[in-house]
């Protein structure tokens, strides 16, 4: 199974109010990582896992009042309306120099909010490098021509929304050349062949890929 590497890398984690990851990949992420920033309400998920915040960012509105007790000295207030609490948490870290983000519990619960999150990690990876995980595999941002790890039979996706970005796929089953796609689900469902594939990028742009857990 394709895993995340996060040696001497990606040792923070942000950790969204979703559905709390329970597979052991991703779960190893928490307890690797030496920063844990939680969006408001998520802390109690965290602390039932046996985990504690380094930073809690938000308006505190889904806190339960003993929460908002306990972890005092790591509340980090964000009252704005402008903003969601993952983007709140994604501030927090740029403003603390912190970078290499995995994110955790961005989907589940509401599925606005998973394709809500998605974006927002689209926009943030601009100054961010981040890498959202689930329990079924991993999204990662691409700007330029990446050569990803992979394993025969993997499933990958590949979503674009600029029809005017031409893509070349390499050791994908199903090739595209040079081509600009038209529909945001064209890129979806293909399988790598090998141990590594790329994504190449005609141009300037922005990428999403998923990578299956599958084995």
Not at 104 to 126: P, V
Request: aromatic fraction near 10%; charged fraction near 20%; include cysteine.
């Amino acid at each position: 199974m394709w895993k995340l590497s996060t040696e001497g890398v990606y040792r923070t984690v942000i950790l969204a109010n979703g559905a709390l990851p329970t597979e052991r990949h991703a779960l190893e992420l928490l307890q690797q990582a030496e920063q844990i920033i939680c969006c408001d309400g998520a802390v109690s998920k965290l602390v039932e896992a046996g985990f504690e915040p380094t930073a809690i960012v938000g308006d505190f509105d889904s806190m339960r009042e003993e929460d908002l007790q306990k972890w005092q000295h790591c509340l980090y207030p964000d009252k704005s309306e402008e903003y969601n609490d993952l983007q709140k948490a994604l501030k927090y870290c740029l403003a603390h120099q912190l970078d290499h983000i995995v994110l955790l519990g961005c989907n589940g619960l509401r599925d606005d909010h998973f394709i809500a999150n998605l974006s927002i990690m689209a926009t943030y990876s601009e100054h961010l490098h981040l890498r959202m995980v689930t329990d079924h595999g991993t999204f990662i941002v691409l700007r330029q021509t990446t050569t990803l790890p992979s394993f025969p039979g993997q499933q990958i996706s590949v979503f674009c929304k600029d029809e005017r970005l031409p893509l070349t796929f390499h050791n994908l089953k199903y090739p595209v050349q040079k081509r600009c796609f038209m529909h945001f689900w064209e890129g979806s469902l293909n399988e790598a062949l090998k141990d590594n594939f790329t994504i190449e990028l005609h141009g300037e742009g922005v990428v999403v890929v998923y990578l299956a857990n599958n084995k």
